[in-house]
């Protein structure tokens, strides 16, 4: 399903085919935690702003509105509009990072609701059944998402667990799209590489997943807390055990310097809350680095964003009235600011690829990889 | 700049030229209250949901971002992007509802800022200048809002007191449209006639005004808490003494029922947030009447929110993704509601304009009155 159609050191110019549409990669996924996007963005603005795959998350999902209710419905393609394909992820990370009360067991989680504290499980059969419920496009596979710091012993015996669930998501989703009634029986499963900050660990349970042939492998459990160059020497250990015909992942990251080494070390697909979270805080990503809208200085200022951005609100709204309508505390200012910071992303991976299929990659790499994390002086 | 096109009983077709565009009359205006409608609707968004004035209140521009940063950036239309006519608000009823500490002396009205409590000063001349300085296509004089119920007495000095503020804001509005570098020298000013809920008086103060031969006439400090029989009663009053080649505009109402009425009884403009307060609720306007999200059974229902509507929403979106977007509080949710209603507003007027266009307002009026403000049963 992924065709490698050029590489530049370790970077990768791809192709990734799914039953809802090809994916050009390195790609990043836009983020629609419960079914939209954060800042008021439906399916069909996602659609012109350059997204390739929308990513959903299973345990929000499960806890509302709920995966057989959105079943029934004919799952999230149908219920939310959008077309194209859709990863859902395991709800692992939730589960770690959200709910309380956890219990680990070798079974599975048992934890409380972070919505009505009612105690539910969730473990591999269960991620598996929800995201086919959902009928998504690509289902993550349930992990543990160890926090950082963790002790060795904690990470190793994890790391183990986590193959077992492994093993038993593909079990289940093997089963599940072989129903007659699946919503997607042509959904596809990711493996995710697990080992927290130990490069030994890490590359061991790589090879360990690489066995199972899954349709693709992620690398979860990074941009957790540890510092940058931790993550990217992670990346750059685990990589060479990554199996070369298999898309990977690389979850929850980053800001577009972060992308930009990601990409150079052999990720193709990315996500992250950044380009929603920013714009809350009215800060636009922009080819010269990020703005405040804060900053007085934008009061008066009637340029666009980004003076090199051709996205719907570039074209249309200043600075000036993105800064009035964030001073007012109005909708408009998050909508507007989200819909930049996503297509600015969505924009940033097909310079990539572009650059990979004209050779300049490395030469953009360095022209961007710290001016766009900074801010921007203009 | 009026034309009556066509009359059915006192229900009227009409025309009214502006510099910034046409507008076919009876007309609903979209409330853009700090230059943003509710929900994160843009300029953009509003051109395709029918919209023809957009209305932005003087009070809050004047208190956040300030409008005499907004004329050096070029006015309100500059400003937001929205290219037809706007029509500002006096700032009357902003003082009167929203200021604390208020100071009515005849200059005009002492009050403290509810954003931050300076003081500030709001008379005649101030609300003329402010709305220059917007650069809005119709600028509303400066009356004072008195509260319901209010003494005779109380009324009747406030009544002339508004008079004498009227001739005030003529003679600056004229200054103003005079000057070399004014942001829109053809602004227009349209009169507003008060008096309560004591017909004498209204009838009076209307036959007052209307000798001032101003651009258009509104009829203010209704749907302040009198029962509805009251205002129909005042509008038909009152509606004898407006001069009948201008334009009419009932401020602040209403309910599809109320503009049915209000339509019927000779008024050719409207405003009223509420097709984005009620969508702050989940409450939808549709052809059958009044849905409300909150109900368990739209949960699974994938229709459109109104079957009968070609809005974006209902072309696109089902009643029970609305209601999930609700539930998550999810501001997809809100600006959908909010287009939806504000479409249907606009789509209703259409309707009206069609109907007395081809002589079956009557019918059309006996059909809708009543459904459209009751529950859906659907």
Redesign the interface.
């Known amino acids: 399903m992924y065709r490698l159609i050029k590489q530049s050191g370790n970077a990768r110019l791809g192709e990734f085919t799914t039953v809802h549409g090809n994916v050009k990669t390195p790609c990043f996924m836009n983020v629609a935690t419960?079914?939209?996007?954060?800042?008021?963005?439906?399916?069909?603005d996602l659609s012109g702003i350059g997204c390739q795959i929308m990513l959903c998350n299973t345990y929000?999902l499960h806890v509302?509105?709920g995966d057989e209710?959105i079943r029934?419905?004919?799952g999230l393609h149908?219920?939310?509009?959008w077309q194209g394909p859709i990863l859902t992820d395991s709800g692992g990370f939730q589960v770690f990072s959200l709910a309380k009360l956890r219990q680990i067991k070798e079974e599975g989680v048992h934890f409380n609701s972070h919505i009505d504290g009612r105690r539910i499980f969730m473990g591999p059969e269960e991620s598996m059944r929800i995201q086919s419920n959902l009928g998504s496009t690509i289902a993550m596979a349930f992990d543990e998402c160890v926090e950082n710091p963790a002790p060795f012993d904690y990470a190793k015996k994890s790391c183990e667990r986590t193959t077992r669930w492994l093993l038993r998501c593909k079990e289940e989703h093997d089963r599940l799209n072989a129903l007659c009634d699946t919503v997607n029986p042509h959904q596809l499963l990711f493996g995710i590489n697990q080992g927290c900050t130990y490069d030994d660990l890490r590359i061991q349970h790589m090879e360990e997943i690489a066995k199972l042939n899954l349709d693709g492998y992620a690398i979860g459990g990074l941009a957790v807390g540890e510092p940058t160059e931790v993550m990217y020497r992670v990346i750059s250990a685990v990589e060479p055990a990554m199996p070369r015909d298999k898309i990977r992942y690389l979850m929850g990251v980053g800001t577009p310097g972060n992308i930009l080494e990601g990409v150079r070390r052999g990720v193709d697909l990315f996500d992250c809350v950044m380009p929603a979270r920013n714009a809350r805080h009215g800060h636009l990503f922009t080819s010269k680095g990020i703005i405040n809208l804060s900053n007085a200085k934008y009061?008066?200022d009637?340029r666009a964003p980004d003076e090199n951005c051709d996205c719907?609100v570039c074209r249309?709204?200043?600075r000036?009235?993105l800064r009035?309508?964030m001073?007012?505390k109005?909708?408009?200012?998050?909508?507007?600011c989200v819909m930049h910071n996503l297509y600015f992303y969505n924009s940033l991976m097909e310079k990539i690829r572009y650059h990979l299929e004209n050779d300049s990659f490395d030469s953009f790499y360095e022209e961007n990889v710290t001016v766009l994390d900074k801010r921007c002086a203009d």
């Open positions: 419960v079914a939209a996007i954060k800042g008021g963005l439906d399916a069909y929000h509302r509105t209710t029934s419905l004919g149908r219920f939310t509009g009061e008066t009637m719907p249309r709204h200043s000036a009235y009035h309508l001073k007012a109005e909708v408009l200012a998050l909508r507007l």
